[in-house]
């Protein structure tokens, strides 16, 4: 089966975002992994997607951190 891979950037809050992207992931019949890019674990979308944990968006090395983890 195919895999997509989808990383959320601050997408918390994007739980139906995320839910629509699973209904069509199953239509197509695609295996999907999600990942959602925040500052803590304790985020809606968590039950959803994988957590990593990284850094604030005013963080001058967020860019850098976001590529280390991809």
């Avoid at 997408?11 to 199953?26: D, I, P, W, Y």
């Avoid at 999600?34 to 967020?62: C, F, M």
């Amino acid at each position: 089966m195919k895999q997509i891979r989808i990383l959320f950037l601050g997408g918390g809050k994007r739980v139906s975002l995320c839910q629509r992207f699973e209904v069509a992931a199953r239509y197509l019949g695609l295996e999907l992994k999600t990942y959602a890019y925040e500052l803590n674990l304790d985020q809606p979308i968590s039950k959803h997607a994988e957590v990593i944990v990284g850094k604030r968006w005013t963080d001058l090395g967020v860019l850098e951190d976001i590529r280390n983890h991809v």
